[in-house]
């Protein structure tokens, strides 16, 4: 495999010591925010703040630990001399990572001797079929426009439908203001990141200006592949269980995407590539076993008599080869959903440009677990419907959204709403979204879920509420209950019918999480990583999700992001240490300060144990983002998440804020 | 989170760090100290680490030695290997002089310019002494360079094991007499922020996450 690396040994030495740290460093935030901690900048003048008194190979809770089976295999896949593995193990563990990002970073840049000039060119031939694979990929602006004006269309819409007095003069306001806000049709991704006060980070990017973005590139290229090459043992030791795409290699890539200061998109066509390349060769090897002649007419066949496959596969002489047992229908069926992907790729970098890259992905000997990734893809998610009852959950089901199914995309996104007025109110808030992900919502409990907003919807409607927002009495309640001070017997009375259906509507949201938590660990979404999105009830679906899975799994190997939007969740009384470690990347608990349906609806607990939908939960590792100027009641989650995610930047490593900027 | 017991096994851990040309015997001599072998090592790629555990003046000892690659190319990794040692040792070859000459023109600069510790212990050890017929560097040239440097020194064989023991022993027991040193390497500073509780951003949380 060596030979058919784009990077000379000493390069992947730095290549895996860079993972190695990122990986770490991607699960110290799990408990700590990066960029948050006080100590950060003074601990790096402090004397030997960086010896730790464990070493990694006592501590099998590390992810660099040897049993996670996150590193090895990496560093196997590298063809990294195995004297090396516990150095770089011990050193990514023990200190602070910004003492050696910056050396490792030097390292990589170095040419080493040997055809240092035919690896070059590789890698050039590399950085340009991933470049124009991220151009192939780009969503097209008129599309993008017309899904804009869809949406507006859709908060209109709501608007209408959930208007009360109080807001009508807001909603002009918040209309005007998203009007004008800097149209964020480009992807939102930038090189924002650059801004963050994290000092590593300036470090590091500051480091990786010495490297060439060819080179950067290919290192990603060449980790990526690693992850998702399948050569580790079946090491009963190791408590890595899944093939395919862990979500704790995506953060460890995003950070060192990161610091590397390549844009995340490039990243997302490196995958895409990674995955087409993957199914390409496995297509090709199904092929060779039909026969070849039985599908004349496919376009496959076409390229391959082209000689474009043919070269790749000749070309190091090292493409995959996928064991049996994977799921060939589903990635037939894929191919021919990427054959248009492929296709426009083709011709822009020539066959030879394609040949290089695939020969990249396919410097090792054993498998690549790309299909193994898809798995029961497609056919998984949507499939789902009919997946096994649990309780008394009347429906449950996927729908996707966006046009990214089977494009190859190697990482997922499932999006939960929890407050609708109708069916469509399950899809329509997630359809603006702008990214590159394989999206579905879910629907679920539509009937309850109706019923609990309406009564909702229909009481805050009603004279006697109308009322008490004319006297300005609703945003003090909030305040009221955060106090716990003694409500006025009026409102609690009125809120009695409410009630019955909520508890109703919080039961399901509890059962719908436990049926979600079943869906991730069978793998239906295909052994990639998840980010999962919820709002109002349907974000409580997806924190009662990562509870159960804590049942059963150890770490946070399924699930990437998470988003909790006016969540009806209490701080105190759920295990958000569980819920956390469950999550491998950034977990966001965006709330609302004047959110007082939220607080009406959920506060038995809010009186006590505080409630993440309208205040800061204060476990560290969560994100906490104030959104108050951009929701004006609880409905208005509906509409606004498109605008609460681009200001989120959930593409970017680290938050670029501290806090949102008031309107 | 696995608890780690409130009783620590040792009483103190001290980072080490083996610096020196490629070749003098770094590796072979953390071997021979680690595992009383002694084979023929292919240079170090980056950096190696080894962990051992001696009872020294009565202390338990957990040792973390990094064993740092001499060739000219991870040059650049070392340097932030010194950070927080409590003791280098610099190892040259006596049978190769310029091993020796490189200690003063950029072993020592290394040390100044990149350890973060005042105190740190430095020492010098000429290693394979066993091919005494081919000796280039005196043991007076040693003691010499070792009085101007302020540290440290002994002679020894990794391949015989002469000396070999002593020479980390005789680190450590410096180090034990060392307070400044000493306070870093006690066993109750917990540096692992996995093993920490997490800090808290309100005294009410305790509840959330205790369980």
Redesign the interface.
């Known amino acids: 495999m060596a030979a058919t690396s784009f990077l000379s040994p000493?390069q992947r030495?730095a290549a895996g010591?860079l993972f190695a740290l990122a990986l770490h460093q991607a699960?110290?935030h799990q408990?700590?925010l990066l960029g948050s901690?006080a100590d950060d900048e003074a601990s790096d003048e402090r004397?030997?703040?960086?010896?730790?008194?464990?070493?990694v190979?006592e501590?099998?809770?590390?992810w660099v630990h040897e049993s996670s089976g996150l590193l090895r295999p990496v560093f196997k896949f590298l063809d990294?001399?195995q004297?090396?593995w516990?150095?770089?193990?011990?050193?990514s563990g023990?200190?602070p990572a910004n003492?050696?990002v910056?050396?490792?970073m030097?390292?990589l840049s170095?040419d080493?001797g040997d055809n240092s000039s035919e690896r070059s060119e590789q890698q050039l031939a590399l950085a340009k079929a991933i470049d124009s694979m991220a151009l192939s990929m780009e969503t097209n602006p008129v599309a993008f426009q017309s899904r804009k004006e869809k949406h507006r269309e859709y908060e209109h819409e709501c608007r209408q439908k959930c208007s009360t007095s109080d807001a009508q003069e807001n909603a002009a306001a918040v209309a005007i203001a998203s009007e004008n806000s800097p149209d964020t049709s480009e992807y939102n991704v930038q090189s924002s990141s650059l801004g963050t006060g994290y000092k590593l980070d300036r470090k590091a990017v500051e480091e990786g200006g010495m490297l060439s973005y060819q080179r950067k590139v290919t290192v990603l290229y060449e980790l990526l592949s690693a992850c998702l090459a399948d050569i580790r043992d079946d090491d009963k030791k190791v408590a890595r269980r899944r093939k395919g795409y862990d979500a704790r290699h995506r953060v460890t890539l995003r950070l060192l995407a990161t610091w590397l200061d390549i844009k995340w998109r490039e990243m997302e066509a490196i995958e895409t590539m990674v995955a087409c390349s993957a199914m390409a060769a496995a297509r090709e090897k199904e092929l060779k076993e039909e026969e070849e002649a039985q599908s004349p007419k496919s376009s496959w066949a076409k390229w391959k008599r082209g000689g474009i496959i043919g070269a790749a596969a000749l070309t190091g002489g090292a493409l995959m080869a996928i064991t049996g047992g994977l799921a060939a229908p589903a990635i037939a069926a894929g191919l021919s959903a990427l054959a248009p992907t492929l296709g426009t790729l083709i011709p822009v970098i020539g066959a030879s440009g394609f040949a290089a890259a695939a020969s990249a992905a396919g410097t090792v000997a054993g498998s690549v677990a790309v299909a193994a990734s898809f798995g029961a893809a497609g056919a998984g998610l949507t499939g789902s419907k009919t997946a096994r009852r649990i309780g008394d959950v009347d429906e449950f089901e996927f729908k996707s959204v966006g046009e990214n199914q089977n494009q190859g995309r190697l990482a997922v996104e499932i999006l939960v709403s929890g407050f609708v007025f109708d069916e469509d109110d399950f899809v329509k808030p997630w359809e603006g979204q702008n990214d590159n992900l394989e999206r579905y919502a879910l629907q679920w409990e539509s009937k309850h879920l109706i019923a609990v907003s309406t009564a909702i919807q229909d009481w805050l409607t009603s004279r006697f509420a109308m009322e008490l927002m004319k006297q300005g009495a609703m945003m003090t309640v909030l305040s009221t209950l955060l106090t716990a001070l003694a409500w006025p017997a009026t409102l609690l009375a009125a809120t009695d019918f409410i009630d019955s259906k909520w508890t109703i509507a919080i039961n399901r949201s509890d059962k719908a999480g436990k049926l979600l938590a079943e869906v991730l660990r069978k793998g239906l979404q295909g052994n990639r990583p998840v980010t999962l999105i919820g709002y109002s009830l349907g974000a409580r679906v997806i924190f009662k999700c990562l509870q159960f899975l804590a049942e059963t799994e150890q770490t946070a190997e399924l699930v990437e992001r998470v988003v909790l939007l006016g969540a009806p969740i209490s701080?105190?009384?759920?295990?958000?240490?569980a819920a956390r470690k469950m999550v491998s990347g950034r977990f966001i608990n965006a709330y609302s300060t004047n959110d007082w349906t939220l607080g009406l609806a959920f506060r038995a607990s809010m009186f006590t144990q505080g409630l993440a939908g309208i205040q800061a939960t204060?476990?560290?590792?969560v994100e906490n983002v104030d959104i108050t100027d951009l929701i004006e009641g609880h409905s208005s989650y509906l509409w606004a998440t498109q605008d609460i995610l681009d200001r989120l930047e959930l593409d970017t490593y680290y938050p670029t804020f501290r806090s949102p900027p008031r309107i | 989170m696995e608890v780690s017991s409130s009783q620590p096994e040792f009483d103190y851990l001290f980072k080490l760090l083996l610096i020196g040309d490629s070749g003098v015997g770094k590796s072979s001599l953390l071997l021979s100290f680690t595992s009383d072998t002694f084979e023929d090592l292919s240079p170090t790629i980056g950096v190696d680490f080894k962990i051992k555990y001696v009872t020294v003046g009565g202390k338990k000892l957990k040792l973390a030695i990094w064993d740092t690659a001499g060739q000219e190319r991870f040059r650049t990794l070392t340097s932030s290997y010194y950070r927080g040692a409590q003791g280098i040792i610099m190892v040259y070859d006596v049978t190769r002089r310029e091993t020796f000459t490189n200690l003063a023109d950029i072993w020592a600069k290394e040390i100044d310019l990149y350890s973060t510790n005042q105190d740190c212990i430095k020492m010098l050890v000429g290693n394979k002494v066993d091919k005494e017929s081919e000796r280039v560097v005196s043991k007076k040239e040693g003691i010499d360079f070792a009085r101007e440097y302020g540290c440290l020194f002994l002679e020894c064989s990794a391949k015989t094991r002469i000396n070999v023991e002593q020479c980390f022993e005789e680190l450590v027991l410096k180090i034990l007499e060392t307070p400044s040193l000493l306070a870093e390497g006690s066993a109750g500073v917990k540096k692992n922020i996995f093993k920490q509780k997490p800090p808290e951003t309100s005294a009410a949380t305790s509840s959330c996450c205790s369980w």
């Open positions: 000493t030495y010591a699960q110290i408990t700590r901690f004397p030997s703040s960086g010896s730790s008194s464990d070493s190979s501590d099998p809770e590390l990294i001399d004297a090396a516990l150095g770089l193990e011990e050193t023990s200190s003492h050696h910056g050396a490792f030097r390292l170095e080493s701080i105190r009384d759920e295990n958000w240490k204060d476990y560290p590792g």
